[in-house]
C-alpha cells in the first residue's frame, strides 16, 4: 500500500474511532518564531487535526518572548484540564535552552514524544514503524541500518526497531566508510536520516532491503530525500509523500492516546 494510502485509511480509523466520544481530543501549538516553514508545518498539523475530529489551538508568542515567559506558558497549558497534548514548535527563538522547554512539557501531555519520561513514541519512529507493520515487515531478527543518531529520529528509531527484535547497527557522521558499506550491504532494513540530498546513492545493497527516506532537503524550491530515487529494492518510500506524511499521523494518534489516557483516568 502506498504511503499516502496508508495514512488516509489510518486518519478515516481515528476519525471513527472519535466519534464514538462526547468530547474531541485538544492540542495546543505553541509557536514563538516568525519561520515560514514553521507556519507551513503548523497549517498542516491543524488540517489534520480538523480531518480526524482533533480541536487544535494554535498559540503564537512574540520571539521576543524571554524563556523563563514560555516556561510560565508551557506549564499554564500543563496545568489546564481542557489540553490533552502540548508542543512547542521549532525552531525556538535564539539563545533558548531546548532541552528545557522539550522537558518543561508534561510527560503525559508530550505528543511530539522528546520528552524522556513521554509515554508516547517520538513520531517519526511510530509513523515508520507503523507503516513497516502495515507492509507485513517482519522485524524479528533483521537486520536494520539507521544511519543518523540525532535525539528526533535516528536514536529513537533505533531503539524502537530494537525493541522488535532487530539486529540494528547505527551509523554517523564518525563511521568509517569500509564499516558504512559492509553494514549496508548486508541491511534487510536502511532508515537514513542524515538531512543530506541523496546521501545514500550508488552503495551495494540487497534487491530485498527496504529503504526508508527520512531525509528532508530543500533545494530551489524542489525538495529532494537523503536517498537517490530509483534504487533497485523491494521498497523506497518516495519524498515529498513518504515519512513526513507518517510523522504527520503519528502525531494525531499521540493525541488521541494523550486524550484516552486521560477519559480513562477521569
Ligand atoms: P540532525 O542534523 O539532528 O542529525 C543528522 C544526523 O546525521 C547526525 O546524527 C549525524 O551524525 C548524521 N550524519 C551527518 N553526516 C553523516 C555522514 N557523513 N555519515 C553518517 N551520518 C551522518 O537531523 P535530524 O533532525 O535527525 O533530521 C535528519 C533529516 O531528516 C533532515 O533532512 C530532516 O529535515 C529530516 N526529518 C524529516 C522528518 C520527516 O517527518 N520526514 C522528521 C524529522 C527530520
Given at each position: 500500500m502506498t504511503i499516502k494510502a496508508f495514512v488516509e485509511q489510518e486518519k478515516k480509523t481515528l476519525k471513527t474511532k472519535l466519534s464514538s466520544f462526547s468530547t474531541q481530543p485538544h492540542l495546543v501549538i505553541i509557536q514563538a518564531n516568525e519561520n515560514e516553514g514553521s507556519n507551513i508545518y503548523i497549517r498542516g498539523k491543524i488540517q489534520d487535526c480538523e480531518d480526524?475530529?482533533?480541536?487544535?489551538?494554535?498559540?503564537?508568542?512574540?520571539?521576543?518572548i524571554t524563556q523563563n515567559d514560555l516556561l510560565k506558558e508551557i506549564q499554564r497549558f500543563n496545568e489546564d484540564d481542557s489540553v490533552d497534548g502540548l508542543l512547542?514548535?521549532?525552531?525556538?527563538?535564539?539563545?533558548?535552552?531546548?532541552?528545557?522547554?522539550?522537558?518543561?512539557?508534561?510527560?503525559?501531555?508530550?505528543?511530539?514524544?522528546?520528552?524522556?519520561?513521554?509515554?508516547?513514541?517520538?513520531?517519526?519512529?511510530?509513523?515508520?514503524?507503523?507503516?513497516?507493520?502495515?507492509?507485513?515487515?517482519s522485524f524479528n531478527g533483521k537486520h536494520a541500518v539507521v544511519i543518523g543518531r540525532s535525539f528526533i529520529v535516528g536514536k529513537p528509531l533505533a531503539s524502537a526497531l530494537l525493541e522488535k527484535d532487530c539486529t540494528v547497527s547505527i551509523l554517523h557522521s564518525k563511521t568509517d566508510?569500509?564499516?558504512?558499506?559492509?553494514?549496508?550491504?548486508?541491511?534487510?532494513?536502511?532508515?537514513?536520516?542524515?538531512?543530506?540530498?541523496?546521501?545514500?546513492?550508488?552503495?551495494?545493497?540487497?534487491?530485498?532491503?527496504?529503504?526508508?527516506?527520512v531525509g528532508?532537503?530543500?533545494?530551489?524550491?524542489?525538495?529532494f530525500g537523503d536517498i537517490k530515487p530509483g534504487r533497485h529494492a523491494a521498497l523506497q518510500t518516495p519524498v515529498p509523500g513518504g515519512v513526513g506524511l507518517l510523522t504527520?499521523?503519528?502525531?494525531?494518534?499521540?493525541?488521541?492516546e494523550a486524550f484516552e489516557k486521560r477519559q480513562s483516568r477521569s
Open positions: 480526524v475530529g482533533i480541536k487544535a489551538t494554535h498559540v503564537r508568542y512574540p520571539i521576543t512547542v514548535q521549532v525552531p525556538l527563538p535564539e539563545g533558548m535552552d531546548s532541552k528545557m522547554i522539550r522537558e518543561a512539557i508534561l510527560p503525559q501531555k508530550d505528543v511530539d514524544g522528546f520528552h524522556p519520561l513521554s509515554s508516547m513514541m517520538a513520531c517519526t519512529p511510530k509513523g515508520i514503524i507503523d507503516y513497516l507493520h502495515a507492509e507485513n515487515f566508510l569500509l564499516t558504512k558499506h559492509a553494514l549496508l550491504a548486508s541491511a534487510d532494513l536502511i532508515c537514513v536520516a542524515v538531512g543530506k540530498k541523496w546521501f545514500l546513492s550508488d552503495e551495494k545493497i540487497k534487491p530485498s532491503a527496504i529503504l526508508v527516506d528532508i532537503n530543500r533545494e530551489d524550491g524542489t525538495l504527520r499521523l503519528s502525531l494525531l494518534k499521540n493525541v488521541v
